[in-house]
Each structure stands twice: as C-alpha cells, then as structure tokens.
C-alpha cells in the first residue's frame, strides 16, 4: 500500500466521521422520535387492549355483572388474547375502604385501584361531599406487553386483603393487598398503606414472574377529570394546572394563564413527582427514587361545568424485567397548605401551592405565611388575623412610610420656590435651564424628589406578595367574616342580572371599599405632593387605576380585597398622624438654614474644577505648557 493510497483512506475515514457528527440528530429531534415511537407503542397498545375487550365481551354476565365462563370456546378466545392473563379477567368488582380522620379512599377490585377519594375535612362550596376525583371518569392502570400481548390491569380483577399493623416507628396504619395471580409463579400486587392522622398514602408495585412472559417496557396510566369545587370557576381554573419536579432538579409546570386548550409534553430524563394540583387541593404521584420519564397532558374547559380540568399522564416505570421487582411510590390526596406538604422533606411539594416567582416566593414563604401561622395559633377569627397582619406590616413598613411622607412634606413645602422658577422660564426652549434651577434649588434645601417614591416602590413587592398569598390560602377557604361567606372568594352583596366583562356578573363590596379608600389615598398624596400641578394627567390617573383595579379585583379572594382595604384606611390614618406631628416651621427653617450654607464641593468636584483650571491656563498661554522656573545657584 503507497503513500497515495494511505492518505486517500485517511481522508475518506475523516469524511466519514465528518458526516457522522453532522448528520447526528439533535436533542430537540431524538425526543420528537423517542415522542413519536412512544405514541406508536400506545396506539399499538390500545388496540390490543381493545382486541382484549371484545373478546372479554363476548362473556355471558350473571345478575351482579361479574363476568362468568359458561363456553369453553369463549374461554379459549380470551384465552388466546391474553394468554396466562385470562385468569384475572373474569371476576366480580367489589369495593374496599381505607379511612382514617382526613379522608376515606374507596378502591374497586376492578383494576385494583383507588375509585373515589373524598377529604373528610372538607365541602366544595355548596355545602357538599368534597371529592377529588370521580371512579368512572379515572384510569389507574399499569400498560405493557407480555409475550408480545397487550396487558392493561385496568380491564382485569385483583383479590383484596386489608390488615391492620404497627410500623417500626410506632404509627399504626391499614395495608391493603390487592394482588393479581397470573398463574402459580406469576402474579401483580398493589400494596397500600394509610397512616392515621395523614394525607400520604404509600404504594409499592410489587411484580413476581413477569419474566417468563418476555414482560417489555412497563408504563402506569393515570388519567382523571378534575372537578370545579369552588364558587369562583375564573379562579379555581387560574390556579389548577400540571407540576412535575426533575429528579434531584427544578419543578417546572404548565403556566396556568397560557390559552392552549390542551398542553402536552414528554420528558424523557429522570422525574420525581407529578402533580394535578387544583387551587386548594393535590394529587400528586411521588416516587421513591425516580421515574424514567413521563408523558403528561392537561386540557382545559374554559366554561364553566361539571369539570375544570382533565389530567393525562403515563409514566415510564423503572422495571428492569427481572422476575420479583418493587417499585415504591407514595401517593398525596390532601389539601395545598404550605408547611404540611414542607413537612415531607426535601421532596419541594410546597411548589404546588402558588405564592409568586422568586422574590415574591421568599416574601411569602418566610415572612408572611409564618407570621399568619403564628396568628392562627391564637385566634380563630381570620377577618381578626388578617387585621392583625396588616397591622404587623404596616408597623414593620412604618420607617419607610415616615420617611415617604416627610419628603412629601419638604417637597410641599418647596412647591412656592419651584413655580417660581417655573414662572422664570416660561418658555419651552428653556426647558433645561428650569430643570437645571430645579435640581439646584432641591440640592441646596437638601431635598430629594424620589424620596417618596422610593419607599413607597419598595413596599410594592409586599402588596404583590399578598396578591398571591390570599388567592391560594386554603386557610381561608370557607371561612366568613361580616358579610363575606368565604374570604377565599368574592363577596357578593348585590348579583347583577347580566354579566359585565371583566367585571363580573356581581357586586363586591370589599372591592368597592378598596377603591373608595384608594381614591382618597391617592387623593391625600397629591395634595401633600408639589409635582402634582407640573403633571395635569396625573389627576385623571388618581381616578382611573383604581377603577381598572376594581374591574381586576371584583372576582378575586375577599381575603385579598379586605387587605389592600384595611391596608388603605392604615396608611390614611399614619398620613393624618405625620401631619399632626411634622413642624414644618421647623423644616422650613432648616431648608434655609441649608440653602445659606455654602455648599461643599466633594473631592470628586474639586479635582474636576482642578483640571478645568489647568485646560484654562494652557489656553491662554497658547497651548503651551508652563515652564517650571530654574533654581538659581
């Protein structure tokens, strides 16, 4: 072999490599295939499953439904669908109860799963039975193939047991058993465990034998229809919507105000839960160490109905097709409250409750929901708790206030000397040079102009906090207060016969008080400020923000529009107390005390007006430099 011939194959192989590296898909397209095999194999899937089922129809049923063998035909037909399968498919569906004080779980041996789960503690608005999701409108089902047939254990029928036992810890709990036996050597168990005094329930998978039956790739369905429980339908499907948490990574979740009908995302790396989270109420999938991934969906019904959301997800489980596998997962069926699910460890199920992005999260997680926790340990009354936080605020904002308020009142009190200057220079051309004497007069009376509204932009993170807090508080969740019912929604005292955009079909009168009281407020500064007759449109926007925040407002928590109120007729009367309390005789005599005052010039200044003496003599000597004078000898 030539030298020739040496370097032609050296470069054809790097041709080759070349063409590999840029030809290789990307992450973007691998996860669109890796998507579209996915729904392949579900299709796939559902068909078998189908194929399943009108065999399995073809059973005569006796009087409590279950279906029964009668013709040995019908036997092997179904037999040949679902091979060693067919020996769970015949049964009858009875119920199972777990309870314990928080909730009572309803399981079907169809399936072997949860059917109804109904939180004891609680009523959806009207007063009734409050539910997180309906049996008929659910699937709970492990999906997969075994010797090349398609296995769905929604479709066949699980034996129950139920024990009572103590844990090593102490705590006692009920296990249920619901166990599928394939053959002798064969079978699927689900073991549940429901703690006393909890909202967690445990649920380990327990596989045996899957082996012998070429058992592929195991996914768990879990679908349900999530229905309206609250009064306010624009807020309950504001706030329910589809987390799911990386493992050992971020939470990410479907934004809950995007318009899509329906949002569907596959993720193809390692997740630790997946939740359905409503606005006061989750259920949530954790796994004990990971899942392999997950196809989820949410659609959304914009009108209101029976039903606010429906939740799909299918899981990729972790089997590693040996023949006896466990698989842990733990199952949350409970309300939103912030510290219990933080109770669960590092697990970030707290993430579920919405308090605001990242700021607005710390403010609310470590400020503001302690402080309320603190209250609820003393008083029942949460109209009193929310006056007391408002109070406690108001107190903690008081310097920022002081200080707001008494720039207002120097900045009146300069009003007279910058209208003058106004009147100097009346003109539009001289628009620099009125701004020039302006900020000159303010330096030498030692005023700022943005010291208040600096203060005042600092507590605006506050106000936004409670914006978020209030809303998704489930606290206040069918709790009244004078004429409120719920402060977790809207108060109505008036229910229009027609339905005004935007504003609602109702009257809310916390709103109207959050309005009035921020006209007032809003008028009180203006009077107190100086800029106010520089900026004539400034009057119309007094009036016409909070009009638009009443129009926002209206169906929002009474909790929240009682806030902004109470924190409204606060501020009006700490405004009326500087007033009494700040001299300003004696702050006037100050401003001209300062305005004497030679000013000092910063070192800053004096080394400019150094070098600016400097560039002066250099021009009058013609650009040259002075000479230094000789020493005479």
Not at 161 to 183: F, H, P
Not at 213 to 241: L, V
Not at 403 to 428: G, T
Not at 613 to 627: E, V
């Amino acid at each position: 072999m030539d030298k020739n011939t040496i370097i032609g194959l050296g470069i054809i192989g790097l041709l080759l490599v070349g063409y590999s590296i840029f030809t290789k898909p990307q992450r973007e397209a691998q996860m669109a295939e890796r998507s579209r095999l996915d729904s392949i194999a579900r299709v796939e899937q559902v068909r078998a499953m189908e194929a399943a089922q009108q065999a399995k129809a073809l059973l005569p049923t006796n009087e409590t439904g279950a279906n029964t063998v009668t013709d040995s035909i019908s036997m092997e037909r179904l037999s040949g669908e679902l091979g060693d399968f067919a020996n769970a498919a015949t049964g009858t569906s009875e119920s199972v109860v777990l309870e314990n004080e928080n909730m009572k779980l309803t399981f079907s041996t169809l399936g072997g799963r949860p059917y109804t789960v109904q939180l004891k503690k609680y009523q959806t608005h009207d007063s009734l039975p409050l539910y997180l999701f309906d049996g008929d409108s659910t699937i709970f089902a492990l999906h997969f193939f075994a010797d090349n047939r398609g296995i769905n254990t929604g479709e066949l029928f699980f034996k129950p047991a139920i024990e009572k036992m103590t844990g090593e810890d102490g705590r006692s709990y009920q296990q249920l058993t619901m166990k599928m036996e394939i053959s002798e050597s064969a079978s699927i168990s689900y073991i549940y465990r429901l703690f006393d005094d909890d909202y967690m329930l445990d649920f380990d998978m327990r596989f045996k034998g899957l082996d012998q039956y070429r058992t592929d790739r195991m996914e768990f369905k879990f679908d349900f229809y999530a229905p309206s429980q609250e009064k306010g339908y624009q807020n309950e499907a504001m706030y329910t919507t589809l987390y799911y948490k990386y493992h050992g990574g971020d939470v990410e979740n479907f934004k809950s105000r995007s318009k899509k009908e329906i949002e569907e995302v596959t993720e193809t790396t390692r997740i630790r839960w997946i939740a359905f989270s409503h606005q006061f109420f989750s259920t949530i999938v954790v796994a004990d160490e990971h899942f392999n991934g997950a196809f989820m969906l949410q659609e959304r019904f914009n009108d209101p109905g029976k039903y606010v959301r429906r939740f799909s997800t299918s899981i990729d489980m972790p089997y590693d097709r040996t023949g006896d596998q466990l698989i842990g997962m733990q199952l949350y069926f409970g309300p939103n409250k912030f510290q219990s699910l933080k109770s669960y460890g590092d697990l970030g199920l707290e993430s579920v409750v919405t308090v605001g992005g990242a700021m607005i999260r710390w403010i609310n997680a470590f400020v503001v929901i302690p402080i309320f926790d603190w209250l609820n340990k003393y008083f029942v009354n949460y109209g009193i708790i929310i006056l007391l936080l408002t109070l406690i605020i108001k107190v903690a904002l008081f310097p920022l206030t002081y200080k707001s308020f008494k720039s207002q009142a120097v900045m009146k009190l300069l009003k007279p000397q910058v209208d003058e200057i106004s009147e100097r220079y009346p003109k539009k051309d001289d628009a620099m040079k009125k701004q020039q004497a302006t900020m000159d007069l303010y330096k030498k009376a030692g005023a700022n102009p943005m010291g208040g509204c600096l203060p005042m932009l600092l507590q605006f993170p506050i106000l936004y906090a409670m914006f978020r807090f209030f809303p998704t508080s489930i606290e206040l969740r069918q709790e009244g207060f004078l004429w409120a019912h719920d402060l977790s929604t809207y108060d109505s005292i008036l229910d229009l016969p027609w339905d005004i955009p935007m504003y609602g079909d109702h009257v809310s009168l916390f709103t109207l008080l959050m309005t009035v009281t921020t006209m007032l407020s809003m008028r009180y500064n203006n009077q107190a400020s100086a800029g106010s007759s520089q900026m004539p449109g400034m009057k119309t926007m007094m009036y016409i923000m909070p009009v638009m925040f009443m129009f926002i407002l209206n169906n929002f928590s009474a909790g929240l529009t009682y806030y902004y109120f109470l924190a409204n007729v606060i501020t009006l009367g700490q405004n009326l107390v500087f007033k009494r309390f700040i001299d300003e005789e004696k702050i006037m005599k100050k401003i001209a005390a300062k305005q004497n005052k030679p000013a000092k010039k910063s070192k800053f200044a004096q080394r400019l007006e150094s070098i600016q003496k400097q560039q002066k003599q250099q021009q009058a000597l013609g650009g040259r430099k002075p000479q230094p004078k000789k020493k005479s000898r």
